[in-house]
């Protein structure tokens, strides 16, 4: 079942929680990946300090600010990208974090593992992930 934008914009920790289980599919040239989403995190915007966005709107978290169901592609450390789903209301900043998915049975754990067995990278920031 393909999830449509309300499902999306629905509470952070209820889009990271129903999340699991859920598939990724990553078009590659002419194949496709299937990855089951094992492990999420929830960031619930200006309130959570742990969010991107808690300190205001800036370039980098600026697709936080956006509508649900966008990818949020960032990097960490100058050499890891991190791969979040964009929740709930536009310009209410918020998103899901995918931390561990399951590709062929094999089960990749940390969001910079994810991105590189996905080959997700800044080039799918602010992609509409329901297209």
Do not use: W
């Amino acid at each position: 079942m393909k999830l449509a934008r309300p499902f999306f914009e629905q509470k952070t920790l209820t889009v990271a929680r129903e999340l699991l289980g859920c598939f990724l599919i990553r078009r590659l040239g002419r194949g496709m990946m299937r990855a089951q989403i094992i492990e999420t995190e929830a960031y619930g915007g200006l309130k959570d300090k742990a969010s991107h966005a808690h300190r205001g709107r800036t370039k980098r978290n600026e697709v936080m600010f956006g509508s649900a169901g966008r990818a949020y592609v960032y990097l960490i450390y100058g050499k890891y990208y991190c791969f979040n789903v964009v929740t709930e209301k536009k310009s209410s900043p918020a998103a899901v974090l995918v931390r561990g998915v399951k590709i062929d049975g094999q089960k990749i754990i940390g969001p910079g593992r994810v991105c590189r067995a996905l080959s997700i990278n800044a080039g799918l920031n602010n992609l509409d992930l329901l297209n």
